[in-house]
């Protein structure tokens, strides 16, 4: 059942992202426009969890099929996602993830690993975390994206790693939860290059 929120209003911004101490509605299910939207327009932090042994969309990956190939990953730094990247990290912005992993890793996993090098590059904070010390650390088994510490978008995932929807949450309750597992997980995890490294 979608959560609700008592308060309302939105930003005069066309996308129809939150204001500061307003609003959406929490619960709406958006589309993939309006999410990558979101990577636009937030003004200081946007941080994600990522807790699946794989994804559908990376299998699909040109990348992922030459990494198979070669083990290691090619990329094309004037594709949007980078190019988006370079522009708000450059402007100050902090975006980061938390990839938490399976020992032994996933060939996904491990894809990734190496993939976090072009992450960085474009300005991303990347770490890992071991998933039993995710465990021990109770964090949840939910990929979400956290916008500003006041908009939290869910990923929704079948079971074959396929995105089924993206659901906005802006209760201040649950926004708050989920910056708590940010806390912890951005606590207990390494930098990618360390945790490739094998270094604690």
């Given at each position: 059942?979608?959560?609700?929120?008592?308060?309302?209003?939105?930003?005069?911004?066309?996308?129809?992202?939150?204001?500061?101490?307003?609003?959406?509605?929490?619960?709406?299910?958006?589309?993939?426009?309006?999410?990558?939207?979101?990577?636009?327009?937030?003004?200081?932090t946007a941080w994600r969890l990522e807790t699946r042994r794989g994804y559908a969309s990376?299998?699909?990956?040109?990348?992922?099929?030459?990494?198979?190939?070669?083990?290691?990953?090619?990329?094309?730094?004037?594709?949007?996602?980078?190019?988006?990247?370079?522009?708000?990290?450059?402007?100050?912005?902090?975006?980061?993830?938390v990839r938490i992993v399976d020992d032994p890793p996933t060939t996904e996993q491990l894809?990734?690993?190496?993939y976090a090098r072009h992450n960085a590059s474009a300005g991303e904070d990347i770490r890992?975390?071991?998933?039993?010390?995710?465990?021990?650390?109770?964090?949840?088994?939910?990929?979400?994206?956290?916008?500003?510490?006041?908009?939290?978008?869910?990923?929704?995932?079948?079971?074959?790693?396929?995105?089924?929807?993206?659901?906005?949450?802006?209760?201040?309750?649950?926004?708050?939860?989920?910056?708590?597992?940010?806390?912890?997980?951005?606590?207990?995890?390494?930098?990618?290059?360390?945790?490739?490294?094998?270094?604690?």
């Amino acid at each position: 059942m979608a959560r609700q929120s008592p308060l309302v209003g939105t930003a005069g911004r066309a996308d129809g992202c939150p204001a500061p101490h307003t609003d959406v509605g929490t619960g709406e299910i958006v589309d993939r426009g309006t999410f990558r939207r979101l990577f636009e327009t937030f003004e200081h932090t946007a941080w994600r969890l990522e807790t699946r042994r794989g994804y559908a969309s990376d299998r699909q990956d040109p990348d992922f099929r030459a990494f198979l190939d070669t083990g290691t990953s090619p990329c094309d730094p004037d594709e949007p996602w980078f190019v988006n990247m370079r522009a708000q990290t450059g402007a100050g912005k902090s975006v980061g993830r938390v990839r938490i992993v399976d020992d032994p890793p996933t060939t996904e996993q491990l894809f990734l690993l190496d993939y976090a090098r072009h992450n960085a590059s474009a300005g991303e904070d990347i770490r890992y975390l071991w998933r039993e010390e995710a465990g021990r650390s109770a964090l949840p088994a939910e990929d979400f994206w956290i916008f500003d510490s006041r908009l939290v978008a869910l990923l929704r995932f079948d079971d074959a790693d396929n995105l089924l929807d993206i659901e906005l949450v802006t209760e201040p309750a649950e926004v708050v939860r989920y910056c708590v597992v940010r806390d912890a997980a951005m606590h207990h995890a390494v930098p990618y290059d360390r945790f490739a490294a094998g270094k604690p």
